[in-house]
C-alpha cells in the first residue's frame, strides 16, 4: 500500500525559511506527478504546487510563486518544497500527494494519494 509521509514543518517567523520533504518508501515518486497542497481549518484543500512527470515541469498558484520551490531529490527518493519569504497567511497543514490521473499542468491539480501532513504555522 502506498505510503506519503510529509516533514519539515514548524513553527516559523514571517519572513523565515522552512524545507518540507515528502517520502514514499517502496514508491518511486520519480514515476508520479506529485503535489503539495494545503488547508487551513474550515477550508477546502488547496493545490500550492506539483511537479511533473514531464522533465519535472514545476506549477505554482499565484500566492506562493516565486517564494516557494518544488524539486524532486531522487537519490533519496524525495519530493521537496522550499518555502521562503513565509508569511502569515501560508500558515496550513500542508500535505504532499500524487495527483489524480498523474496530471500536472497546473497547481490546481486533485490529490489522489496523500499523506498525514505537515503543520506550518508562520507567527512572531
Known amino acids: 500500500q502506498v505510503q506519503l509521509v510529509e516533514s519539515g514543518g514548524g513553527l516559523v517567523q514571517p519572513g523565515g525559511s522552512l524545507r518540507l520533504s515528502c517520502a514514499a518508501p517502496g514508491f518511486l515518486l520519480d514515476l508520479h506527478a506529485i503535489g503539495w497542497f494545503r488547508q487551513v481549518p474550515g477550508a477546502e484543500l488547496e493545490g500550492v504546487a506539483c511537479?511533473?512527470?514531464?522533465?519535472?515541469?514545476?506549477y505554482y498558484t499565484d500566492a506562493v510563486r516565486g517564494r516557494f520551490n518544488i524539486g524532486r531529490d531522487t537519490a533519496k527518493n524525495l519530493v521537496y518544497l522550499e518555502l521562503n519569504n513565509l508569511k502569515p497567511e501560508d500558515t496550513a497543514v500542508y500535505y504532499c500527494?500524487?495527483?489524480?490521473?498523474?496530471?500536472?499542468?497546473?497547481?490546481?491539480?486533485?490529490?489522489?494519494?496523500r499523506g498525514q501532513g505537515t503543520q506550518v504555522t508562520v507567527s512572531s
Open positions: 511537479v511533473s512527470t514531464d522533465r519535472n515541469k514545476a
Open positions: 500527494a500524487t495527483t489524480l490521473g498523474n496530471v500536472c499542468e497546473n497547481a490546481q491539480v486533485e490529490a489522489h494519494i
